[in-house]
T-cell receptor, first 116, second 114 residues
């Protein structure tokens, strides 16, 4: 049982390049989210999904796209990378056990992205 | 919108002593969840403890306990018998209803001295 798997772990991009951060979970969780972590800012929500085919914006969505074609995968796309997107990115998944109780909120190990 | 405030950027404690990390939050909701996460240098996010707002009893997990004051919107973490392995960044987080969305504080760096 791998949990939440993020790839790659490290990436360097040039300004203007595009790339996709991969996130996969094998726990059949219906909920998945992407966060970015910057020094002194905590983690901030970029996009989230409550099920396959359903996504929505979080606090800092600009410059990022997501899609959720399957329960397992939730990729994050940077269309035209900018230095301001230099950050550590975390994917997370969870499920609900009645009454909206959040359970099993599991984070991936993160991707450190540098845009030069 | 909910906000989470961790006003102390850094703390230091002697090994075996007790330390309390502060967190306040702002919400107009009545039913929600609060969490403390630990992030060691490995970068992994580790759940330390969770508290359901509808429960009056403070949550405890071994050496970790919380002081949940709902009216004051305060959620502090107490670490007893501090160990060197407790050295990490600690984040307070809030969740309302949707399990997809956590709101985090800015974090506090805790150093445990030998």
């Amino acid at each position: 049982n791998a949990g939440v798997t993020q790839t790659p772990k490290f990436q360097v991009l040039k300004t203007g390049q595009s790339m996709t951060l991969q996130c996969a979970q094998d726990m059949n969780h219906e909920y998945m989210s992407w966060y970015r972590q910057d020094p002194g800012m905590g983690l901030r929500l970029i996009h989230y999904s409550v099920g396959a085919g359903i996504t929505d914006q979080g606090e800092v969505p600009n410059g990022y796209n997501v899609s959720r074609s399957t329960t397992e995968d939730f990729p994050l796309r940077l269309l035209s990378a900018a230095p301001s997107q230099t950050s550590v990115y975390f994917c997370a998944s969870s499920y609900s056990q009645g009454r909206g109780d959040p359970y099993g909120y599991t984070f991936g190990s993160g991707t450190r992205l540098t845009v030069v | 919108a909910q906000t989470v405030t961790q006003s102390q950027p850094e703390m230091s404690v002697q090994e075996a002593e007790t330390v309390t990390l502060s967190c306040t939050y702002d919400t107009s909701e009545n039913n929600y969840y609060l969490f403390w996460y630990k992030q060691p240098p490995s970068r992994q996010m580790i759940l330390v403890i969770r508290q359901e707002a509808y429960k009056q009893q403070n949550a405890t997990e071994n050496r970790f306990s919380v002081n949940f004051q709902k009216a004051a919107k305060s959620f502090s973490l107490k670490i007893s018998d501090s160990q060197l392995g407790d050295t990490a960044m600690y984040f307070c987080a809030f969740m309302y209803l949707s399990p997809s969305k956590l709101t985090f504080g800015k974090g506090i760096t805790l150093s445990v001295r030998p």
